[in-house]
Nanobody, 127 residues
Framework: QLQLVESGGGLVQPGGSLRLSCAASGFTLAYYAVGWFRQAPGKEREGVSCISSGGSRTMYEDSVKGRFTISRDNTKNTVYLQMDSLKPEDTAVYYC????????????????????WGKGTLDTVSS
């Protein structure tokens, strides 16, 4: 079965940290650029961060720069999103998505025609 599965979400206090994982099954994630996206209640989905297939290029949405770090381990077929200094406005369902891409391509647009989407994981930042 070809799929992406997110894990690592949950409830955390403001200032805390979470590490999300995006694991691929049924295909080799190393050939794909991967993006993390989020959708808060009542808002449109937005791009958070992306990483190129080889990991040499990363991009971040302005509000998460300096707080979130994207990485990948192609030997484990997994991409990670380390989220530090979390704020209540980071509360959302987080999705990962993958697209077969050129070497340094990185996709942050949530309307891009991605090849695979995960089902999402809920992250809640609240005291």
């Amino acid at each position: 079965q070809l799929q992406l599965v997110e894990s690592g979400g949950g409830l955390v206090q403001p200032g805390g940290s979470l590490r999300l994982s995006c694991a691929a099954s049924g295909f080799t994630l190393a050939y794909y650029a991967v993006g993390w996206f989020r959708q808060a209640p009542g808002k449109e989905r937005e791009g958070v961060s992306c990483i190129s297939s080889g990991g040499s290029r990363t991009m971040y949405e302005d509000s998460v720069k300096g707080r979130f770090t994207i990485s990948r381990d192609n030997t484990k077929n997994t991409v990670y999103l380390q989220m530090d200094s979390l704020k209540p406005e980071d509360t959302a369902v987080y999705y990962c998505a993958a697209v077969k891409a050129q070497f340094r391509q990185c996709v942050l647009s949530p309307t891009y025609d991605m090849d695979y989407w995960g089902k999402g994981t809920l992250d809640t930042v609240s005291s």
